[in-house]
């Protein structure tokens, strides 16, 4: 494409120039060979008409040899093929005719139709602030030097530096030959016009984090508008940032706010655990208190329940003959305190000594009573 | 016979070349990217030559000049220049133009070598004009877009976010293609579009900014941290504080419970031994019987007397 373009800037300029040395120079020389004969430009000239007749080659062979060179010619400058992601851009004297489609085609012979082929079809792409070098197995890249291409100012004035690639196509042919000079120049200069444009509208945190896709889309609907307004013929097919970045001298403070954002969740994390620990815990220990309350409420009121039901029947009875029923239960409580008593006084009021009654008490008791 | 052919042929040969030479010194090519004025001993003849295809000229006297025809790129140089609000930038733009009346241009600046001298004079000037002439955030910002930042930069006074503009990028390159295009319109140029393709600090500028990037990260690391202490604090006192309440919480409902259980046993004993004078008299025996199974033990002493009730049998059977 690159050739075409360049048989069609300086190859016709150039004929027409040559012609004009022709003029002046050969033209002279000519003159002077009518003048002296030829004799003394054998030697000069590229070429010498008296040399047709010597070799006794006879004209019918010269005839059929310069046929075929011209055959040979015509059908090398007529017939032409187009690849199946290109269009063929046909010129006659310097003038768009026709584009032709892929396959094989026909133009005019000897220059006077010439092809530009132009992949339209195929898939371009433009990269900033880097450069894929290898594209064998796996892709380096290289950015340093490509810095000033990346490096712009966000709208809070600040620095970033963006790396993006755009996809595109040729979509007109004709216009992308034919309407702008250095196409592909002026494409990287709107890309980088633009894309400052978007970020300068921008602000850093922004462009680094949240506004990524939504960048690369208001820069890829502006370029669009842009083509179309510079008539390049050029379609985007898509704006994709790569990486986005602070400068390098800033990078550390970036990560450090990264590091910190982390320390505060890390912090938060733990108290939460803590927290958690704690609190299920006291919940349980709180519900078993509250359970064993209600354990201890339900035991109070049955025992009460059973008591008063059980003096109530007692009650009933003992009043059915309270003075016997009284006798019998204090003698059967003495009956049971009694003998669990270690020492026992029984007194009489006519008693007046409390001595003799410890002869009362048991045998091991008396000794002890006697002193 | 020879020599004479060699003379017929010779002549034949000067005859076709000369023919050929002055059709091809007249007829000449105009290519699709390209213009023609035609100069006949320099002076211009006729009107420009846009269409493209063959043409034709006189030969030798007249010769065909060729301009382009195509939209043309201008690229500025980079500019130190410094923003009405002293800060200085790194501007480098482009344009875009195209040779809209070539005899002009023609007449004028000649080819583009001059015109582009002449582009170079009159953009770079309007450019850094324009610059000089509006704060930097001027021709950074385009709208009044409110710039999305963390929230913790806008607690931050001096940070630059969100300044008025009042003009923005896209106004003031307009103006300098205002104040170009008439300029150039007398060229022979037709200015389509004019563009900042950078703007950069300059280098000792830039390290500042840098320096004060570098400082405001450091700050919202800072408050970051702060944050984080400060929420890990208030969730340890709110697990103090909850921890406290659920434990007196479930203090207060056992209490409660228990009270209520106490309140209502109470009342079903008087409601059992409260019935009359005689239940009442009869608990307390009942009672002090059963203290007294439980009271006495074996190491104490009990002093009774023969008067009593229980021991009144022991020396008079008859209880008298």
Redesign the interface.
């Known amino acids: 494409m690159g050739n075409n373009l360049i048989v069609?800037?300086i190859l016709?300029?150039l004929?027409?120039q040559l012609?004009?040395i022709?003029?002046e120079n050969i033209?002279k020389t000519?003159i002077s060979?009518?003048r002296e004969g030829?004799k003394t430009m054998n030697q000069e000239l590229p070429f010498d008409?008296?040399k047709f007749?010597f070799p006794k080659i006879e004209m019918k062979v010269i005839r059929g040899i310069v046929a075929g060179i011209i055959i040979f010619i015509l059908i090398f400058s007529s017939v032409f093929t187009v690849n199946p992601e290109e269009v063929g851009v046909i010129?006659?004297?310097?003038?768009?005719v026709r584009t032709a489609n892929p396959g094989m085609n026909f133009k005019l012979p000897f220059g006077i139709e010439q092809v530009t082929k132009v992949p339209v079809e195929r898939q371009l792409k433009v990269e900033f602030g880097f450069r894929t070098e290898a594209q064998r197995d796996r892709s380096k890249f290289s950015t340093r030097a490509y810095q000033?291409e990346s490096?712009?100012?966000?709208?809070?004035?600040?620095?970033s530096e963006v790396e993006w690639i755009v996809q595109y196509r040729i979509a007109d042919p004709y216009k992308f030959?034919?309407?702008?000079?250095?196409t592909t120049?002026?494409f990287r200069?709107?890309n980088?016009?633009l894309m400052?444009?978007v970020v300068?509208?921008?602000?850093?945190?922004?462009v680094l984090t949240?506004?990524r896709v939504e960048i690369a889309n208001t820069v890829s609907k502006k370029l669009q508008q842009l083509c179309d307004?510079?008539?390049t013929g050029i379609k985007v097919d898509q704006v994709v940032l790569q990486d986005v970045n602070?400068?390098d001298?800033?990078k550390?403070?970036?990560n450090?706010?990264n590091?910190?954002?982390q320390?505060?969740?890390?912090?938060?994390n733990?108290?939460?655990s803590?927290?958690n620990q704690?609190?299920p815990k006291?919940?349980g220990?709180?519900?078993r208190?509250?359970e064993?309350?209600?354990g201890?409420?339900?035991?109070?009121?049955n025992?009460?329940?059973g008591?008063?039901?059980k003096?109530?029947a007692?009650?009933k009875e003992?009043?059915k003959a309270?003075d016997v029923t009284?006798q019998r239960?204090?003698?059967e409580?003495?009956n049971?305190?009694?003998p669990?008593?270690?020492?026992?006084?029984?007194?009489?009021?006519k008693t007046t000594g409390i001595l003799p009654l410890f002869q009362l008490t048991k045998e091991g008791e008396k000794k002890e009573g006697g002193k | 016979m020879n020599r004479m052919n060699y003379k017929i042929l010779g002549g034949l040969a000067i005859l076709v070349i000369v023919g050929l030479i002055l059709l091809f010194s007249s007829a000449f090519v105009v290519n699709e990217t390209e213009q023609v004025i035609i100069t006949q001993f320099g002076k211009p003849v006729g009107k420009p030559i846009v269409e493209a295809g063959i043409h034709f000229k006189l030969p030798i006297i007249q010769i065909a000049n060729f301009f382009e025809k195509r939209f043309l790129a201008w690229d500025g140089d980079p500019n130190q220049i410094p923003t009405k609000d002293k800060r200085f930038v790194w501007v480098d733009s482009y344009a875009r133009w195209r040779i809209h009346d070539p005899l002009l241009f023609f007449q004028r600046v000649r080819d583009e070598r001059g015109a582009k001298t002449r582009l170079d004079d009159i953009l770079d000037g309007l450019t850094r004009n324009a610059i000089a002439n509006h704060n930097l955030v001027e021709s950074i910002r385009s709208t009044n877009r409110k710039l999305e930042a963390s929230e913790e930069l806008e607690e931050i006074q001096d940070s630059e976010i969100n300044l008025r503009i009042d003009l923005g990028r896209e106004k003031i390159t307009r103006m300098i293609i205002e104040a170009a295009a008439p300029r150039l319109q007398v060229l022979g140029i037709e200015l389509l579009d004019i563009r900042f393709k950078r703007i950069n600090y300059v280098e000792e500028v830039q390290k500042k900014i840098y320096e004060r990037m570098i400082s405001e990260r450091k700050r919202i690391a800072d408050k970051f941290r702060s944050e984080g202490q400060g929420e890990a604090a208030k969730i340890l006192g709110d697990k103090e504080r909850d921890l406290k309440k659920i434990e007196s919480d479930a203090y207060r409902q056992a209490q409660e419970i228990k009270g209520k259980a106490d309140a209502e046993a109470t009342t079903i004993y008087a409601q059992a031994y409260n019935q009359s004078a005689e239940s009442r008299a009869f608990y307390q025996f009942l009672k002090t019987m059963d203290t007294y199974k439980t009271t006495l033990s074996e190491k104490d002493w009990l002093v009774l007397s023969t008067k009593g009730d229980f021991f009144k049998f022991l020396q008079n059977p008859s209880g008298q």
Do not use: W
């Open positions: 069609q800037e016709f300029p004929t027409s012609f004009n022709y003029n033209g000519f060979f009518c030829g008409f008296s007749q010129l006659r004297f310097g003038r768009y000033q490096l712009m100012l966000t709208g809070d004035l600040n620095a030959l034919f309407k702008v000079r250095a120049l002026t200069d709107m980088e016009a400052r444009e300068g509208d921008r602000s850093v945190n922004e949240v506004g307004e510079y008539e602070p400068p001298s800033v550390p403070a970036f450090e706010v590091e910190a954002q320390e505060r969740e890390k912090m938060i733990q108290a939460r803590e927290y704690v609190i006291a919940r220990t709180a519900a208190t509250i064993e309350a209600k201890y409420a339900i035991e109070r009121v025992q009460a329940r008591e008063a039901h003096f109530s007692v009650f003992y009043s309270p009284r239960i204090y003698l409580t003495m049971e305190i009694l669990k008593v270690g020492r026992k006084l029984i007194t009489d009021e």
